[in-house]
């Protein structure tokens, strides 16, 4: 079946610029994650939803980055007045449900460069 | 000191040998272990989960130290396409929700 997807796969934005970026999990995937990767580094926690629920949001670096899941499913990370420490790859994952047996399964990412 | 840490690498090793990796964790109280590959530009996968008793998938086994609290992976008869960067991941609560990952060991397999 369908994997998770994200959209765009590649976003290049000005100093300032607002971003939003898409994630469709599996569907009926109840736990949705964001991740940050920078280059050369491993993937870091931003935050987490179970449904439409924001359980976790420690990972968030600042107050410019914003998550949602309205309608627990497909989710939108939006950054705003982007910076150049903002480039990185982000990853969505989704896994069925809770719990450490649940495998986490990660999109493509979104590769967003600040210029 | 990272919650998670690995030898970035790379290790180079020739088609057929045997190669291990380490990593080392921080929260004495963290639960489950995995170990995921991550292809170039690629996104990561769950490799094999880690278990205090150790197991084996082919040519993979990992293995779980919690005295020492350190993971290992080791790889038997590498082939070309084992090529790739393993990174080492840690639930830190086990309550399933964020992993907590290393920065990444990458493996180049050479014919």
């Known amino acids: 079946g369908a994997g998770v997807s994200q959209s765009p796969r590649y976003k290049v934005a000005k100093r300032g610029q607002d971003v939003a970026l898409r994630c469709d999990p599996i569907?009926?995937?109840?736990?949705l994650f964001w991740y940050q990767q920078a280059l050369g580094q491993g993937p870091e926690f931003l935050t987490y939803f179970q449904n439409e629920a924001q359980l976790d949001k420690s990972g968030l670096p600042s107050d410019r980055f914003f998550a949602e899941r309205p309608e627990g499913s497909v989710s939108t990370l939006k950054i705003q007045r982007t910076q150049q420490e903002d480039s990185a790859v982000y990853l969505c994952?989704?896994?069925?449900?809770?719990?450490?047996?649940?495998?986490?399964?990660f999109g493509p990412g979104t590769r967003l460069t600040v210029t | 000191r990272k919650e998670v840490e690995q030898d970035p690498g790379p290790f180079n090793v020739p088609e057929g040998a045997t190669v291990a990796f380490n990593c080392t964790y921080s929260n004495s109280a963290s639960q489950s272990f995995f170990w995921y590959r991550q292809d170039c530009r690629k996104e990561p996968k769950l490799l094999m989960s880690?278990?205090?008793s150790g197991n084996e998938d082919g040519r993979f086994t990992a293995q779980l130290n919690r005295a020492s609290q350190y993971i290992s992976l080791l790889i038997r008869d590498s082939k070309l396409s084992d090529s790739a960067t393993y990174l080492c991941v840690v639930n830190p609560n086990n309550a399933g929700n964020m992993l907590t990952f290393g920065g990444g060991t990458r493996l180049m397999v050479k014919p």
């Open positions: 569907s009926g995937h109840v736990s």
């Open positions: 880690v278990y205090s």
């Open positions: 994952a989704s896994s069925l449900s809770t719990g450490p047996t649940y495998e986490q399964y």
